[in-house]
């Protein structure tokens, strides 16, 4: 690993920067590399923001969205970009499988590679790393990089700390997870001083939805809801058949499993819903319970404690009794 302050004086001069982040981008994905992308353009970098595939409506009017690739729509242009790169920017996410099949061309390419992220146990494909499992977002590390690192707080315009806004307030499910530290409340303070306009942020993140959206909310909550209370654990399960009639898009399903978890005696919720091609679990938990542990074991996927999720190749009945029959191995921690 090499030192940080040796990318301090690579960055001292324009370079060719890609900056990406992980599989179906949220709040802190776009927020991060956004805020990272605004940074670096004030410093005369040639820098672009590549998403490995596209991303929810709500997140699609931050400064600098107009030049966002879509690696799946743009692959040859994305390739490119990869392979000529003197620095890539990794954000928000720990392992190259989670850019999909920009992955190997990421690893491949010549350019330094920069993880800064807060998931567990990265990979060990970057050459410098900014990188604390206790920051409640990844803009949260963009911002200390930019004001720590770089020594650049000037830089922190109005277009950045937007971007870097919307990343820790979606990521610390709005200033409430318990990573949400006065550091952070500092930080937040800030990016308002510097221009982000917090509640205007806050209406366009969530007070945004289509009425489709909210009707399938209700559908969720209805119909797909099972509580095991021997379990402390809340499971909606979503089918195919449900997508299609509420013409569910990407982004929609996202925060629903918090609803599931607001029962004040759910300690594990479970958000499981058949896609077009396999079926995706997101799991949310309250405390010490190890969400991303479960996800990790039995799902091919990770994540942190209390937000995490994997996927299954079975059906969703079969993932639904799959994700049942785990509960008595963790029935002790659940009843905590
Ligand atoms: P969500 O439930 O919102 O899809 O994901 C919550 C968190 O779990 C994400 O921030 C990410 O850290 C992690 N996560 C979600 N899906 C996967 C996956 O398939 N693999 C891994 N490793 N992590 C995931
Ligand atoms: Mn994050």
Redesign the pocket.
């Known amino acids: 690993m090499l030192d940080l302050a040796s990318l301090s004086e690579l960055l001292s001069q324009p370079r060719k920067i890609v900056i990406t982040t992980?599989h179906k981008p949220?709040g802190d994905a776009m927020g991060s590399s956004l805020g990272m992308y605004n940074y670096l353009i004030q410093q005369g970098h040639h820098a672009k923001v590549i998403a490995p595939t596209d991303y929810p409506e709500f997140l699609n009017w931050m400064p600098g969205n107009g030049e966002v690739i879509i690696f799946t729509e743009n692959r040859d242009l994305s390739a490119t970009l990869i392979a000529d790169a003197e620095i890539i920017f990794c954000l928000d996410f720990n392992?190259l499988s989670?850019i999909n099949d920009m992955g190997p061309l990421v690893g491949e390419s010549k350019a330094y590679k920069v993880i800064i992220d807060h998931?567990l146990e990265p990979e060990d494909f970057d050459d410098y790393r900014h990188w604390d499992i206790n920051a409640c977002a990844a803009a949260q590390l963009v911002y200390t990089f930019i004001v720590g690192q770089l020594q650049h707080p000037e830089l922190i315009n109005k277009d950045v700390a937007t971007c870097l806004y919307t990343g820790i307030m979606t990521d610390s499910a709005s200033f409430r997870l318990p990573n949400t530290t006065s550091e952070v409340h500092r930080i937040a303070a800030h990016l308002i001083d510097a221009g982000a306009n917090n509640s205007r942020i806050h209406e366009l993140i969530y007070s945004s939805s289509s009425e489709n959206r909210l009707r399938f909310l209700g559908h969720c909550l209805a119909n797909c809801l099972e509580i095991l209370p021997e379990y402390n654990t809340a499971i909606m399960s979503v089918s195919k058949a449900d997508i299609a009639k509420f013409d569910v898009n990407t982004g929609d399903t996202?925060g629903i499993?918090n609803y599931a978890l607001s029962i004040a005696s759910v300690h594990l919720a479970a958000f499981i819903v058949e896609r077009s091609d396999k079926v995706k679990l997101?799991?949310r938990s309250k405390n010490e319970f190890p969400a991303n542990e479960i996800?990790k074991k039995y799902f091919?996927?990770?994540?942190?404690r209390n937000?995490?999720?994997?996927?299954s190749d079975e059906s969703l009945e079969a993932t639904v009794a799959k994700f049942k029959s785990i509960l008595p191995e963790y029935k002790t921690l659940l009843l905590q």
């Open positions: 992980h949220d392992a989670r998931h996202e499993v997101s799991l996800c091919q996927g990770g994540g942190h937000a995490a999720g994997g996927q």
